[in-house]
């Protein structure tokens, strides 16, 4: 069945870095965007950075834009993102999410889409 597997969080300081990894199983990897999505105590889950199903188009979002790198491993069924210059307002579950035949930037649209696939999340803490 299909799954996604959310990894890589955990407690950091300000400007740390982190990286998270999301390994997927169960579906034709290379078919799919995938993106990172958040959602802090309170707050409704936001759209974080996207990369299309080569790795060639990436889109993100302005308040981690300069500060993460989305990237994947298509032999290794893996997507990453790396965060560095955390800050405190980074902190927030993360999941990564797919969906089938789409562009990085239309990801960033896609939460609420019901062909999209999500990770288990993993929390990230950064600290001041």
């Known amino acids: 069945q299909v799954q996604l597997v959310d990894s890589g969080g955990g407690l950091a300081q300000a400007g740390d870095s982190l990286r998270l990894s999301c390994k997927a199983s169960g579906f034709t990897f290379t078919l799919y965007a995938m993106a990172w999505f958040r959602q802090a105590p309170g707050k409704e889950r936001e759209f974080v950075a996207a990369i299309n199903w080569a790795g060639g188009q990436t889109y993100y979002s302005d308040s981690v834009r300069g500060r993460f790198t989305i990237s994947r491993d298509n032999p290794e069924n893996t997507a990453y993102l790396q965060m560095n210059s955390l800050k405190p307002e980074d902190t927030a579950v993360y999941y990564c999410?797919?969906?089938?035949?789409?562009?990085?930037?239309?990801?960033?649209?896609?939460?609420?889409?019901?062909?999209?696939?999500w990770g288990q999340g993993t929390q990230v803490t950064v600290s001041s």
């Open positions: 999410a797919a969906r089938y035949h789409t562009t990085a930037q239309a990801m960033s649209h896609m939460m609420s889409d019901r062909n999209v696939y």
